[in-house]
C-alpha cells in the first residue's frame, strides 16, 4: 500500500483517472467487495504497484531438474530470481520503467509471458499473498482514494531499501488531504 501513495503522488493523471472511476461507480458511499467488479482500473493500478514495487524483490528457488544456465548445471542449485529486475526487463516490458496501469487490461495481460510478472513468487510454493493483497489492496485503495489524495511531503527522496521484503530506508513522509 504504501507504494501505491507514491506511484498516485507521482504520477498524478493516474491518480485522477482512478478517483474518476471511484467516483463513477461510488458516488460518496463506501466501497463493498461486490463493487470491485465495477471498478477495473483500480485494480490495474494495483497491478502496475506490485510490477514496480514488488513485496519480495528476490526469492531462492531449487533447481529440481537437469538444466544449463550457460556453462552452469543447475540440478540442485539455489537460483536467485529478482520479481524486481524481471518486472523492469525491457524483454517483456514496454517502456518498462514507466508507471502504466493500462498494461493490465484483459487483452494486454493475455499477451504476456506468463512469468514475466510474479510480485508474490511463483508455482507451487507462491506467497499465500497471491490472492489475499491483491483482494485486500483493491478494497483498501477504493476506500481510502475515495476519500484522500495523499502528497509527497517537500523535498522528500524514496531510498528502496531490499531485504526480505520492499521498504524504504527514510520512512514515507506526506500530507494526508481530504478530497473536496
Given at each position: 500500500?504504501?507504494f501505491t501513495w507514491y506511484a498516485l503522488a507521482m504520477n498524478p493523471s493516474v491518480a485522477e483517472k482512478l478517483r474518476a472511476e471511484l467516483d463513477a461507480v461510488l ?154
Amino acid at each position: 500500500m504504501t507504494f501505491t501513495w507514491y506511484a498516485l503522488a507521482m504520477n498524478p493523471s493516474v491518480a485522477e483517472k482512478l478517483r474518476a472511476e471511484l467516483d463513477a461507480v461510488l458516488g460518496s458511499r463506501t466501497p463493498t467487495l461486490d463493487d470491485l467488479h465495477h471498478l477495473p482500473y483500480t485494480l490495474q493500478v494495483i497491478k502496475e504497484v506490485l510490477r514496480l514495487y514488488p513485496p519480495a524483490p528476490f526469492y531462492i528457488r531449487d533447481a529440481i531438474a537437469d538444466d544449463k544456465l550457460g556453462d552452469f548445471d543447475t540440478q540442485g542449485l539455489p537460483i536467485l530470481m529478482s520479481p524486481y529486475y524481471i518486472h523492469r526487463h525491457p524483454d517483456f516490458w514496454e517502456d518498462p520503467l514507466e508507471f502504466n496501469p493500462d498494461r493490465w487490461t484483459p487483452e494486454q495481460e493475455a499477451k504476456m509471458h506468463p512469468y514475466a510478472y510474479h510480485p508474490f513468487a511463483a508455482g507451487q510454493r507462491a506467497c499465500i499473498g497471491n490472492n489475499f493483497s491483491p483482494l485486500e489492496s483493491h478494497i483498501l485503495v477504493a476506500l481510502l482514494a475515495r476519500e484522500y489524495a495523499p502528497k509527497l511531503a517537500p523535498g522528500f527522496t524514496l531510498k528502496f531499501v531490499m531485504g526480505g521484503t520492499l521498504g524504504t530506508s527514510n520512512g514515507f513522509p506526506m500530507i494526508i488531504e481530504r478530497r473536496s
